[in-house]
Nanobody
Framework: QVQLVESGGGLVQAGGSLRLSCAAS????????MGWFRQAPGKEREFVSAISRSGGSTYYAVSVKGRFTISRDNARNTVYLQMNSLKPEDTAVYYCAAGPRSSTYLDGYEYWGQGTQVTVSS
């Protein structure tokens, strides 16, 4: 069983940056692909980014490509989401997830974090 704990959310002005972290338990972190999803008020949870087990492959939603960067440090059992040039429409609860392979679909992941709030003001 994998437990995921997110941190780094908060309030930021438009154009600012935040870095989200997701720390995973267990000794097999490198066996899991990781993903980030977000859910804005009144909307469905949507894919943001994903990274392969080794970190060699990354994927981004069109809405964040060029602004967000996903990375992982397997030695620290942690995945990161660096968010730059934030926009008010990025406001959402952000969730990290772990699964057997990187996927853009929610049901492709087995384990989920509790979510962390990101609010971007204009």
């Amino acid at each position: 069983q994998v437990q995921l704990v997110e941190s780094g959310g908060g309030l930021v002005q438009a154009g600012g940056s935040l870095r989200l972290s997701c720390a995973a338990s267990g000794r097999t972190f490198s066996s899991y692909a990781m993903g980030w999803f977000r859910q804005a008020p009144g909307k469905e949870r949507e894919f943001v980014s994903a990274i392969s087990r080794s970190g060699g492959s990354t994927y981004y939603a069109v809405s964040v490509k060029g602004r967000f960067t996903i990375s992982r440090d397997n030695a620290r059992n942690t995945v990161y989401l660096q968010m730059n040039s934030l926009k008010p429409e990025d406001t959402a609860v952000y969730y990290c997830a772990a699964g057997p392979r990187s996927s853009t679909y929610l049901d492709g992941y087995e384990y989920w974090g509790q979510g962390t709030q990101v609010t971007v003001s204009s």
